[in-house]
Structures are given as structure tokens and as C-alpha cells.
């Protein structure tokens, strides 16, 4: 994609964006908010490994 036309792109993204009602804007950011995926602790500061090990041992139980 060439410059002119990725600022074309981002142009429209942001007119789109503004001309929602204020309203329709907060639902939509609280629907992105609800659908991520809850990231543990563990995960986000040591990775996946942790998370494995721990599910491995909840199973054993």
C-alpha cells in the first residue's frame, strides 16, 4: 500500500468514527472491552509456560 493511500485509509477510519453519536461509540468500545480475553497475571508477565504447568497440575487433581 502506498503512502497517499494509507493516509486515505486512516482518513476514512477517523471521519467514520467521529461521525458516530457519542452514545454508539461508548457500546462499541465496551463490547471490544467485553469480547478480549481475560489475561491472567502469570501469562502476561512470565508467558505461557507458567499457565501450562498450572493447568497440568489442576487436571492431576
Known amino acids: 500500500m502506498k503512502g ?3 493516509v486515505k485509509f486512516m482518513t ?3 471521519v467514520s468514527y467521529i461521525d458516530l453519536p457519542k452514545e454508539e ?3 462499541k468500545r465496551l463490547e471490544q472491552k467485553a ?3 481475560q489475561v ?3 501469562n502476561k508477565w512470565f508467558g505461557v ?3 501450562a504447568i498450572k493447568s497440568m497440575f489442576k487436571k492431576a487433581e
Open 25 to 27: 461509540r461508548r457500546k
Open 4 to 6: 497517499n493511500d494509507y
Open 12 to 14: 476514512q477510519q477517523v
Open 40 to 42: 491472567t497475571i502469570g
Open 49 to 51: 509456560l507458567p499457565v
Open 35 to 37: 469480547q478480549r480475553t
